[in-house]
C-alpha cells in the first residue's frame, strides 16, 4: 500500500473485538518499532506488552480509553539512556524517540489489519507504578491493539484537517 494511502486509512479505533492478536503480527509490529530511528540511534525506548488477564484488568483500571483492546502496548523510555542536546541542557530525545517507534508501530498495524488508539489519557506516574518499572523509565503513551468490532468507524472529525497554508509556511 501506498504511504500516503496507509496514513489515510488508519484511525482511532475505540471498539475492539475480543479476537487475539496472532503473535506472528505483534511480532512484525514489533519490528518496525525496532527499525524506527532514534536520536544517535541510542534505543532508548522500551514497550511493555501488556496482554495477560491481570496485565489488561490493571490497565483498564488506570485507563478508560483502553476500549476492549485484547493487547496494549505501553510505550516508555529509559531517561538514563535518551540522547541529551550538548548545545541546550534541557533538550532531549527520549519522548520524541517513542513517538516515532510508537509511530512506526501503529502504521505497521494497520498495514496488517489492526487497529490502534495513541492514548495519552493516563496516569504515568502511577502506571509506572503498577506495573513496576525501573526508576529510570518514564511513560509516554499507551497503543491499545486489536481487531475492530463489528460496526467500528473512524470518529466524525477523522478527515478534517486545517488548511496546509495554516500550518506551513516557506522562509
Known amino acids: 500500500m ?3 494511502d496507509l496514513a489515510r486509512e488508519r484511525y482511532s479505533l475505540r471498539t475492539f473485538s475480543d479476537r487475539p492478536v496472532e503473535q506472528e503480527k505483534l511480532d512484525l509490529v ?5 527499525i524506527a530511528p532514534t536520536g544517535k540511534n541510542i534505543q532508548p525506548w522500551r514497550i511493555h506488552v501488556l496482554r495477560s488477564a491481570e496485565a489488561l484488568a490493571k490497565i483498564n483500571e488506570l485507563s478508560p480509553c483502553i476500549f476492549g483492546a485484547p493487547l496494549v502496548l505501553l510505550f516508555t523510555y529509559d531517561r538514563s539512556e535518551d540522547w541529551q542536546s550538548p548545545l541546550e541542557a534541557d533538550v532531549r ?4 524517540d517513542v513517538s516515532i517507534v510508537a ?3 501503529m502504521l505497521e498495524a494497520t498495514e496488517l489489519g489492526l487497529g490502534t488508539i495513541w ?3 493516563f496516569p504515568n506516574t502511577e502506571t509506572e507504578r503498577a ?3 525501573p526508576k529510570t523509565e518514564r511513560s509516554v503513551l499507551l ?5 475492530a468490532a463489528e460496526g467500528a468507524h473512524p470518529s466524525r472529525l477523522h478527515a478534517q484537517t486545517r488548511a496546509l497554508d ?3 509556511d516557506y522562509r
Open 131 to 133: 506495573f513496576d518499572l
Open 166 to 168: 495554516e500550518l506551513v
Open 119 to 121: 492514548v495519552n489519557l
Open 30 to 34: 514489533l519490528e518496525a518499532a525496532l
Open 103 to 105: 509511530t512506526h508501530a
Open 2 to 4: 501506498a504511504f500516503l
Open 143 to 147: 497503543m491499545p491493539i486489536g481487531y
Open 93 to 96: 530525545s527520549g519522548v520524541e
